[in-house]
């Protein structure tokens, strides 16, 4: 008898029943997305902007003419700066997961970033609440992304028990899945890969520069991430986003599960 079947005798089933019941999802204690309050900031205090890499926090002035902070979610990588470099307890350290949304001004706090919500009604999605076929493209990656997206078919996350697949062909796929900042190379056989799929078809922005472009946004290479290039359906950031909080966003665009993120702040 091989070693590995021996094994699988002795430990018994591996895979979690989360999220149908219980809360071993495999990222317990994995540090997360950091909390803002900005009522908290001292007057004056821009700390945690200087520091942001990626312009996540912002301060401008208000009507009043004070000081206001805006967080975009959108853009954040998690690098922690800004909880090292606040002086209160405004900025904090969490295990919040990233925030998978529908809606990009989901990803603001408090903040008047021009984003602009959809205005059209979202294709029905009845048919693909228990089966639903990815096609991913990797648009630049840096592979942080890729190696959450290959744990989901380990024998912990097993995928198929959801009755969510991955496919090498877009023309057996009902969501595009889209890695990296979208490099100018890459734009090209994006939308030919966005083109093959049929109808109704939609699109997965994985990763904060898949959402907003990154460290690497707006650079020689690269735009700001699906931006201008194809309509975005479901927005996950994070740098990467882990495992758990990719099948929770999946879950939450087959409406098997509820959005837990409004305004950029979690809804329990």
């Known amino acids: 008898m091989p070693l590995w079947t021996l094994f699988g005798l002795r430990k018994g089933k591996a895979t979690t029943v989360w999220p149908k019941r219980g809360q071993e999802n495999g990222q317990e204690g994995v540090r997360g997305m950091p909390r803002i309050e900005p009522q908290r900031c001292e007057d004056g205090c821009t700390q ?90 990797d648009a630049g990656s840096c592979n942080g992304c890729e190696s959450e997206l290959q744990a989901l078919n380990n024998p912990f996350y097993n995928l198929h028990r959801l009755g969510i697949f991955f496919t090498p062909s877009p023309r057996f796929a009902d969501l595009l899945l889209v890695t990296g900042p979208v490099t100018y190379a890459m734009r090209e056989p994006l939308q030919r890969a966005y083109e093959a799929m049929p109808e109704p078809r939609w699109v997965m922005a994985v990763g904060t520069c898949a959402v907003s472009g990154g460290v690497a946004g707006g650079g ?45 702040r979690l809804v329990e």
Not at 61 to 82: K, N
Not at 233 to 242: F, S, T
């Open 48 to 137: 945690c902007a200087a520091v942001c890499p990626t312009e996540a926090i912002r301060v401008h002035a208000d009507q009043t003419g004070a000081a206001r902070l805006e967080v975009d979610y959108g853009r954040c990588i998690v690098c922690q700066l800004c909880v090292e470099a606040c002086p209160t307890d405004a900025v904090t350290a969490s295990s919040d997961w990233a925030f998978g949304t529908c809606n990009r001004s989901d990803l603001v706090l408090s903040g008047d970033f021009h984003i602009v919500p959809k205005v059209t009604e979202p294709e029905s999605r009845h048919g693909f609440h228990r089966s639903l076929h990815i096609r991913h493209v």
């Open 220 to 264: 020689y290479a690269c735009g700001n991430g699906l931006e201008g290039v194809l309509p975005v359906d479901l927005y996950l950031p994070g740098c990467p986003p882990n495992p758990a909080a990719l099948i929770e966003a999946l879950l939450m665009f087959l409406e098997r599960a509820p959005q837990r993120v409004k305004g950029g």
